[in-house]
């Protein structure tokens, strides 16, 4: 059974139905009914289908954020051979938001630099949700300052609802640690791709995206505040995050028409959740292609590019 979202329920109660059917054609007074299961499953899938060509910018964000989404271990675990993560800031402490290390990817060297929120209870904990804290994002920049110096590509996953917004993260200069770690991303003389696997939030995602070429997942956002977070503001009232949602397009189909993005990853029917290794191959393919392209540049080529395409962005709009 999957955890379905509040608009599946057509598809919930349908693939209940089929499960239902299945346990009485195994039980002990076993019945045929593989042509009622085959029915119902042509229109399970047919009515996902019908949801998924017509989701909101509201609903895109709940698929976004869906427990069973791939996160960045799950990208790394698949995409990556060898990898050896690094801990620490070397200037205060480790921040297990941000997962960041070395490793092959197509028997290529490259750094990969990624936000994970979790997966359980415990996880979560444990990764603050995603959201980072200064070390967080001063880690990212000591990974990146070592690809530079041994010409290794970087790679980052973005997938946070924003930087963590607490009193001791202020304290210790989280504005200034994702901006340095924004300068860090625009300075690189190496290939920089980022891929938005979930939430795309507000600085504590530009602080690892500032790249040559943005990817996003299908039915990922990419925002420069939480849908919840702008309604308070705007509105007072956090019950008008849909509303906040609808205006703000920050869905990878609006973004790719304003030049924000550079690709969208095709997901399967239905969101990543429900074909993880299908989402996890073609994100793969987009990525093989952004780094083969990017190798044929010089680092003063990159580091322009790099700089043009975001001063563009500005004009563009």
């Known amino acids: 059974m999957h955890n379905y979202l509040d608009f599946e329920k057509p598809v919930a109660d349908l693939e209940g139905q089929i499960i239902e059917l299945k346990k009485i054609e195994t039980g002990e007074d076993a019945v045929d009914v593989r042509e009622e299961v085959e029915r119902l499953e042509k229109r399970s899938r047919d009515a996902l289908e019908d949801l998924y060509k017509k989701l909101t910018p509201w609903q895109k964000t ?5 427990p069973d989404r791939p996160h960045c271990l799950d990208y790394i675990a698949q995409l990556i051979t060898d990898f050896v993560p690094l801990a620490g800031d070397r200037y205060y402490a480790e921040d297990h938001a941000v997962i960041a290390g070395f490793g092959r990817f197509d028997g290529q060297s490259v750094a990969v630099i990624g936000q994970e929120k979790g997966s359980d209870t415990q996880t979560r904990l444990k990764h603050n949700f995603g ?7 001063r880690k990212a920049v000591r990974i990146m300052d070592l690809a530079e110096r041994f010409a290794i590509p970087v790679l980052t996953l973005v997938d946070t609802a924003g930087a963590y ?6 304290e210790r200069g989280q504005a200034e640690a994702i901006a340095r770690s924004i300068e860090a991303c625009l300075n690189l003389e190496v290939p920089l791709v980022s891929l938005v696997i979930g939430e795309g939030g507000s600085g504590g995602a530009m602080a690892l995206a ?5 990817l996003m997942m299908e039915h990922a956002i990419y925002n420069v505040i939480a849908p919840e977070a702008g309604a308070s503001i705007l509105y007072r009232d956090a019950t008008r995050a849909r509303d906040v949602a609808q205006a703000m397009k920050m869905t990878a189909q609006d973004l790719m028409g304003f030049g924000i993005i550079d690709a969208i990853v095709q997901e399967p029917l239905g969101g990543a959740h429900r074909g993880r290794q299908v989402a996890v191959d ?10 083969s392209e990017l190798g044929r540049l010089s680092g003063d080529e990159l580091k322009r ?4 395409k975001f001063l563009a962005i500005g004009r563009n709009l």
């Open 62 to 66: 709940q698929v976004a954020r869906h």
């Open 131 to 137: 959201m980072a804290r200064p070390e967080g994002y």
């Open 165 to 170: 917004p607490g009193i001791g993260a202020e």
């Open 210 to 214: 500032a790249a040559n070429r943005v």
């Open 282 to 291: 073609a994100a793969a393919e987009h990525i093989r292609a952004a780094l």
């Open 305 to 308: 590019q790099r700089r043009e």
